[in-house]
């Protein structure tokens, strides 16, 4: 498959030559272009961020991390890094999503910097934030999901592998001219300073073709390229066009959880139940304690009917994190279904212990009280849902 995938790259070179101008590079100029990168905005540190937290999730090492900020030469500094996780931190805080997955990993980066002084200070802003997150709410998300939940069409479907990968790349070149910061940062991925796309993607080429002694390297930075794509466009609300970014970075690396997790997430927003539950699967048999999964796929179930396996799911999700409410107010949701109402009436109430100012939980449990008959305490339930809409 591999091999494949280099045969393909390199036959499309002479082609990408044609979107640009077409003097021959020169090693020592390469260098030389861009050598003062414009200063990142709040979308480009939003954007590295996350390729440093999946760094660290991955298992990267404190040297790793400080190798991580002195790559970015100018850009890294850790000053300008606080100032922007200040800002960032205020956004996260009164945002009404819920972010567990990324306030743990705030706080593993935190757990890392005692031995880099550098670093030391934007770690314990990185803890602050993540504990107080984590004792807020939790979350179901490890991309937040800004696009519509319905709506969007399924991708037509390619002729051939070739043609789904001549149309990926011919988007990332689209990418690139779009979107310079993105450039920049794929320029580091690979290890060169320019701002000519048309030297990045010779740099891809060149890295994904080298010979056999340099495959995991390059097979590495190739899937995580797609893999970042797929989370602009998954935040753009490309939701089908993240799916296919996912869907080559997989092909480059089979077993990476994220990413396996992340297209299952979208494939619920798209409707698309049964690849979902595949998706997550995977997912889960890279990483079976993954809560996060399990409810997710506990959803995809539910929208298929199958509430006993939805409910087994939920519970998966609850034997790894009993006080994850989301779990609870879904398992609420599938008893329901099955007409088990006194049993759906106590997980509701487990869901708001952890979570008091939920409402779908409050008027979810009204309707359940109201259909026992017990009317006085529906409309309390109710009149509880209707306060926390008015806050």
């Known amino acids: 498959m591999f091999r494949k995938i280099w045969q393909w790259l390199k036959s499309l070179w002479e082609k990408f030559l044609g979107l640009f101008s077409q003097p021959q590079t020169n090693p020592s100029k390469t260098q030389s272009v861009s050598q003062s990168l414009p200063p990142l905005t709040d979308t480009d540190y939003d954007f590295l961020f996350g390729q440093l937290l999946e760094g660290i999730a991955q298992g990267w090492s404190p040297e790793r991390v400080k190798q991580f900020f002195d790559d970015l030469g100018e850009r890294g500094k850790p000053g300008l890094w606080q100032e922007w996780l200040q800002r960032f931190g205020e956004r996260l805080l009164v945002s009404p999503k819920p972010n567990d997955e990324l306030a743990q ?142 869907e080559n970075a997989l092909v480059l690396k089979p077993n990476y959880h994220q990413v396996w997790y992340n297209r299952g997430k979208a494939l619920v927003q798209l409707e698309r139940w049964e690849e979902a539950i595949a998706s997550h699967d995977k997912a889960l048999e890279i990483k079976s304690d993954d809560y996060l999964a399990w409810n997710n796929r506990a959803e995809a179930l539910g929208k298929l009917e199958r509430w006993e396996e939805a409910i087994a799911s939920c519970d998966r999700a609850l034997e790894i994190k009993v006080n994850y409410y989301l779990a609870w107010y879904n398992k609420a949701n599938f008893l329901v279904s099955l007409g088990n109402l006194e049993a759906a009436v106590n997980c509701y109430e487990k869901a708001l212990e952890i979570k008091p100012n939920f409402y779908d939980g409050w008027y979810e449990r009204g309707n359940v009280l109201k259909d026992l008959g017990l009317m006085k305490e529906a409309y309390d339930s109710w009149e509880k849902a209707e306060e926390i809409k008015l806050q």
């Open 105 to 246: 990993r705030m706080v593993m980066f935190a757990s890392l910097t005692p031995s880099l002084p550098s670093l030391k200070s934007l770690g314990t802003l990185a803890n602050n934030i993540g504990t107080e997150l984590l004792s807020r709410e939790d979350s179901g998300a490890i991309w937040e999901y800004d696009g519509p939940d319905a709506g969007v069409s399924p991708p037509p479907q390619p002729s051939s592998e070739e043609n789904q990968s001549n149309e990926t790349l011919e988007n990332l070149v689209v990418k690139f001219q779009e979107n310079p910061n993105l450039l920049a940062t794929v320029a580091q991925q690979l290890g060169i300073q320019t701002s000519d796309p048309r030297v990045v993607i010779q740099a891809m080429v060149s890295q994904l073709g080298v010979g056999v002694e340099n495959q995991q390297q390059s097979t590495e930075q190739g899937s995580e390229i797609f893999a970042q794509l797929g989370l602009e466009q998954a935040k753009a609300g490309d939701l089908v066009g993240a799916v296919d970014s996912w």
